[in-house]
């Protein structure tokens, strides 16, 4: 029987004001009334029974997911830190084979909008379909709309794999975000997909995977943080771990990695920017994505407010967004660089913003 991972670690800090330490992107209703996490839950739950899904997510904001999430409280895994999404996937595929024995596994970001759940439940089952008959890893490529430099892509052999009612390749290589010129390359080709952060594989085939191309890493999980209860050996052992994608880890160094050619619609919520491909923009191509917004002679700015109002006047091209006690004021074309900005309040003395 499936079980799904949800990955919900990670500040978010690409979208400051709003998301911050204590309360991160993945807690946020940004397009709808339901958090990002509480959407991914949904969908899961049509995947799965609700007791075969986990969490996986820093060590404090655990009682948080518990009491927001109708599962097992011990479904709530706890990184001791943050080291990214091979360390992560490491520690919870360990955890769950201990538990439940060799599951197959989906593992979905919890930070994505998808509108379309029927197309993306079709194509979950459609990778279950193919691992019940193959052994490999499968990660959902969604077929390019348009020349993209916020995702990374995956290129796909020319040939199917063999012949199903839906289409399956290997999978030749991961590229990390490209320049616009390299995207435009990409998408006239026809051979690259956007890569989606979503997997699934047989729990025993990851970890063998994962002992394989990061040794280090899967001995400390292994043999020390699973077995000591000492949360300071566990934070220690963790801290250690280079901080190290799934994808640069393990997925480019294996040789089974299929990918699922998918066409349902698609967002990872990455930064602000990423509003533009959710929301209907107004005639200046201004989009209000919550708030009372008010403007003369403005073009083409996002707005977010949670409370009062903003006011624009001759502006153009900027993001602007106020939470709490802060205001972002941004250019679109700078839109990377929160991420930077959010560092320098810890560096300059404002880490009470943060």
Known sequence: MPSVIIMAG???ERFWPVSRQDNPKQFLSLS?????????FERAKKIVSPDRIFIITTEQYVEKIQ?????PKENVIGEPCGRNTAPCLGLSVSILMERLGDDTIAVLPSDHLILDEEGFLREMFNAFDFLSQHEGTITFGIVPTRPETGYGYILRDQDVVDQKPYSIYKALKFVEKPRLEKAQEYVRSGLYLWNSGMFVFRASYFINLFKTCLPNIYDGIVNIILKTEDKTIQRKTYECFPSISVDYGIMENSKEIFVLAVQFPWNDLGNWLSFENVFDSDREGNIVIKGDFISIDT???IVYVDEGLIAAVGVKNL???????SLLVCSKEHSQDIKNLVKKLETSGHDKYR
């Not at 009491?67 to 599962?71: A, K, R």
């Not at 993001?319 to 006690?325: D, L, M, P, V």
Request: charged residues 20%.
């Open 67 to 71: 009491l927001l999430l109708p599962i």
């Open 10 to 12: 990670g500040v978010g």
């Open 299 to 301: 073009k083409d700015t």
């Open 32 to 40: 709808d009334d339901n958090t990002l996490l509480e959407a991914t």
């Open 319 to 325: 993001i602007i967004a106020k939470s709490g006690n």
